[in-house]
């Protein structure tokens, strides 16, 4: 049986650089890849990965944002969508299904 997984969505955005911000949110999203023990799935307005513990989703949250501000901008604007269900075990994949037609 599948443990309970906090899945959450993460948007990085850079602001004040002009059109193109993807060599800024490269540097959230191998942030984000790089943090053990999660799972990713990235599409093309974010990226989605599961948790263990709320910590774990505040850390990667922050090592995202930060990882932007590391790589020279001066504003940065994140959310975050949080869905914590316990109830039964759930994972990105289930929830994808749950909608399918």
């Not at 969505?9 to 059109?19: F, L, R, W």
């Not at 942030?31 to 990667?60: C, K, L, S, W």
């Not at 269900?85 to 289930?94: A, L, Q, S, V, Y």
């Amino acid at each position: 049986m599948t443990e309970n997984k906090i899945i959450c969505e993460i948007i990085c955005s850079a602001v004040g650089v002009g059109v193109s911000v993807s060599k800024y949110v490269k540097h959230a999203v191998r942030a984000i890849e790089n943090y053990p023990g999660i799972r990713v799935m990235h599409h093309p307005m974010g990226t989605v990965f599961e948790a263990d513990t709320m910590d774990q989703v505040m850390e990667v949250t922050k090592l995202a944002h930060e990882a932007i501000f590391d790589a020279g901008v001066q504003r940065v604007v994140t959310q975050i969508r949080i869905d914590d269900r316990r109830d039964k075990p759930r994972t990105m994949e289930d929830k994808v299904k749950a909608i399918e037609l």
